[in-house]
């Protein structure tokens, strides 16, 4: 694993080393998925498409009248079958 320091700029800019950007391919005006886990930075260079699955998802759900609920219930109703079937 590699560290770097990088500076914070005007506006929040902040400047990849070239290294990192070659390394990872990162281009010039590409957009980075930045998560917050409780004050440790982590920079993605790809958009993670998490939300877009998880909103595909739940409005799937929503058109057949389901909820997440709905879903982790029968989901444990599935998991105690396979429970009781061995």
């Known amino acids: 694993m590699n560290t770097y320091r990088i500076q914070v700029a005007k506006r929040g800019v902040i400047t990849l080393p070239v290294k990192v950007r070659e390394k990872t391919g990162i281009q010039d005006g ?3 998925t930045l ?5 440790i930075l982590v920079l993605i260079p790809k958009d993670l498409q998490i939300d877009y699955v998880a909103d595909r998802l739940a409005a799937k759900w929503r058109e057949k009248g389901e909820s997440l609920e709905s879903m982790l219930n029968a989901l444990r109703e599935v998991r105690e079958e396979y429970r009781t079937n061995e």
């Open 30 to 32: 590409e957009v980075l």
């Open 35 to 39: 998560i917050d886990l409780n004050g």
